[in-house]
């Protein structure tokens, strides 16, 4: 089935994208719950070890993209929704560029922060990687290949082309980022609500934004898949190496 080219109600699409959004993350976390219970059984896996960590990523991971196929299944829409294709020479290229260009506006961001003095909230498994930086191991090729396409399968493919349904790719893009900053709470909340969290949401909606504008640049999902997977990756290695003071 086709999309209508008729523009859906604001509301309606924005409600319907915030619940995409929160449903993704609830499943996630259930399947997570659920897969570690299987699991216990037949393998010790300790709260907070790096097995414990890379079951919670796939299982969340699973269940954002399991969320975003049932609602496409549920609107009889086709993957050709997603703009998703193999990725071309140019979308390579694309890729790399979106990938260095989030780590030059975290540079900006986090160049802005200090001026002003602010405090960002820390993610709550990098932070148990600089206690233990074998936790770390796991996440980052598990970033490549779960996070990063799994995060771009809900909130770009499926909720920024939602919203496009009843906005322009301008407002889509803005309004999927922050979906996509909001549903991070859980992950860097543990400190409670307050301006460093608030701080840290608000990078996240930037970051998300470049991804977003990748997405709609290229017209391929493929491109923000790999520059967040990528991204995430480095990230968790960067922790890593300053951790285990391997450099």
Partial sequence: MSVSNERESPIKAV??????????????????????GL????????????LSNAVTLVAQGAGLVGVGVVYLSMRELSASYLRLSWPSARD????????????????????????????SAGHSVAEQGQENPALLLPLIPLSV???????????????????????DAQAAVFLAAVVFSLVHVPAYGMGGLDSSLATT???LFVLGAVLGAAYEYTGNLVVPAIAHGIYNAVVFG?????????F
Avoid at 39 to 50: A, E, H, K, M, W
Avoid at 101 to 114: E, M, S, T, Y
């Fill in 92 to 119: 390579v290229v694309w890729s790399v560029a979106a990938t260095i260009g989030l780590f030059a506006v975290l540079a900006g961001l986090n160049f802005v922060i200090q001026q002003f003095g602010l405090s």
């Fill in 145 to 167: 290949l779960v996070t990063g396409p799994a995060e771009e399968f809900l909130y770009r493919g499926v909720i920024q082309t939602r919203l496009k349904e009843a906005f």
């Fill in 201 to 203: 949401l608000a990078i």
């Fill in 39 to 50: 699991l216990n059984p037949f393998v010790t896996i300790r709260q907070g070890s790096g």
């Fill in 15 to 36: 409600g319907g994208a915030t619940f995409l959004g929160l449903t993704g993350l609830f499943v996630g976390v259930l399947l997570s719950i659920i897969a570690l």
């Fill in 238 to 246: 960067s922790i890593y190496v300053e951790a285990t003071g391997i």
